[in-house]
């Protein structure tokens, strides 16, 4: 049996939305689901700034190491999960 390929994917989950508004965005190395307007547009920054950082380096998501992910998350101001 062939195991499926495993892409890795920036996930971005806002939990603050009280408008009832449904909000989702994908694209290239993330997928952003809800959050209030604000949030979700930050998020969509994020994420984006992200992936100019990959690009810059000539890389994809699934080829940095957990250090550059680190390095990359906290130029552009995003605060991983502790390591673990």
Known sequence: MVKP????????????????HIRVT????????GGAEETHSLMQEK??????????RGKTLDDISRQEFHEIAEKIGIKPPPPG
Not at 47 to 56: D, G, I, M, Q, S
């Open 5 to 20: 390929a495993v892409k890795a994917l920036l996930l971005g989950l806002g939990l603050d939305c009280a408008d009832g």
């Open 26 to 33: 994908k694209g290239p190395n993330f997928r952003l689901y």
């Open 47 to 56: 994420a984006l700034k992200f992936n100019e950082h990959l690009k810059r």
